[in-house]
């Protein structure tokens, strides 16, 4: 197969190129969406096809290619972002691309902002719980969007609980761009443009560090935090049993954690460290004072809510994963009913293990516990904990997911009146 002969050409309204133009004027055959294909010269005697279902458009240039037929593919700014030359290149293709301006490096100029410290996530195609948790955890995020995962959905699961603005760029480069700035509560309920970029940002925090590396930044270079880190009073977890939990729980960009009878916060603001969003539940007033404060002094997002479990969890977004840190079996199987991968729960007296298993097994999870007994050298001995985990066999681990039993997720309720709040 002469890949030689395709060409990616990428296109951001800007004129083309004398060696873009030249490349089109010897296709036989060119792919692209309408708007490309209307806005870029066509010979007459190329067959166009339009960029509908991928798979249909990949058989066409297969076929032409085969005929040593040139092939030229136009697509929206650069191709290799997000775009067709991975689809390409998985077919066995080793395309010429001539890219243009990305569209998400157009929205950012737009904006006048900054963006090596920004986080870029896709909804096109793919799970928007995921987009949206990234918005909830990161101050500043490029969100490529897609019908039915526009603005307006965004806005909705994010208005009221996180409080952002949005930049949304439609059809960017084209003769009918539009930038406009908004608050979800309007984004929600305006009509909006295809195709577009929406920019999320955390209003205090547009302009974020300087760092070395593009986009989030990396992992904490530790974790399990040393007990003091969270400042005087009872922890949940010490540091010894905080490690094997986030081993467990797994937090990453694009997640939801539950941290269910929160303590001082640690397991959630750990879970924050790593790029994931996370919700702090607490009963009391003075406990969730407290976690601010961590959360304060640790630089992280962590939404926090306050009342008693599980009631107070009707009203939260849907987990990937959930921390137990309180409560009896009832608690553990609400958290098991609701989440997308795992539970993991801590506890203090042997007699209650085999109820927690047994919580976590009524809802389909697959259980394992450990017992440690973790002291600082040469200390007394100490009381044993015991770590209880349950985890769901996912058929698409990281991909598009339903919650359990095959229900639809749905990514967040109205909280109740007068109860939780958010940092």
Do not use: Y
Not at 193 to 212: A, I, M, S
């Amino acid at each position: 197969m002469n890949t030689h002969l395709l060409t990616v050409l990428g296109h951001d309204g800007s004129p083309l190129s004398a060696e873009a133009r030249e490349l089109l004027g010897r296709a036989a055959l060119v792919v692209g969406g309408a708007r490309h294909l209307a806005a870029v010269p066509i010979p007459a005697s190329a067959r166009t096809v339009v960029m509908g279902e991928l798979r249909t458009a990949l058989d066409a240039i297969d076929a032409d290619l085969e005929k040593d037929r040139n092939v030229v593919v136009v697509a929206s700014g650069d191709p290799g972002f997000f775009g067709i030359v991975r689809a390409l290149r998985e077919r066995g293709h080793r395309p010429r691309v001539l890219p243009a301006l990305s569209s998400v490096a157009q929205a950012f100029a737009r904006a006048g902002l900054p963006w090596d410290d920004a986080l870029v996530v896709s909804a096109h195609g793919r799970e928007l719980r995921r987009a949206v948790n990234a918005c909830r955890a990161h101050p500043k995020v490029a969100v490529l969007t897609a019908p039915g995962a526009g603005p307006a959905a965004l806005a909705r699961e994010l208005f009221p609980q996180t409080p952002r603005t949005f930049v949304v760029c439609e059809n960017l480069g084209g003769p009918d761009e539009r930038v406009v700035h908004v608050r979800p509560a309007e984004a929600s309920t305006r009509p909006w443009r295809d195709p577009n970029v929406v920019l999320v940002l955390d209003p205090r925090r547009q302009t974020g560090e300087r760092g070395w590396v593009a986009g989030a930044r990396p992992g904490p270079s530790g974790w399990a935090l040393p007990d003091a880190a969270f400042g005087p009073g009872p922890l949940g977890t010490f540091a010894e049993v905080r490690a094997l939990v986030l081993a467990r729980l797994g937090p990453s960009v694009g997640d939801m954690v539950w941290d269910v009878g929160a303590g001082a916060g640690e397991v959630a603001i750990e879970c924050a460290r790593f790029g994931a969003a996370a919700v702090a539940v607490e009963r009391d007033l003075a406990s969730c004072e407290r976690i601010r404060g961590n959360v304060r002094a640790h630089r992280v997002k962590v939404a926090v809510s306050r009342g008693t479990a599980p009631a107070v969890l009707d009203h939260l977004p849907e987990p990937d994963a959930v921390f137990v840190g309180g409560g009896g079996p009832e608690v553990a199987r609400a958290c098991a009913a609701r989440a997308l991968r795992g539970v993991v729960a801590v506890l203090r007296e042997s007699g209650r293990v085999r109820a927690a298993e047994a919580a976590l097994k009524k809802e389909s999870l697959v259980t394992g516990v450990v017992r440690l007994d973790a002291a600082p050298f040469g200390a007394n001995e100490s009381e044993p904990v015991f770590v209880v985990w349950g985890e769901r066999n996912a058929a698409t681990p990281g991909g598009g997911r339903t919650g359990p039993s095959g229900r639809t997720v749905v990514t967040i309720r109205q909280r109740p009146s007068g109860e939780g709040s958010v940092l």
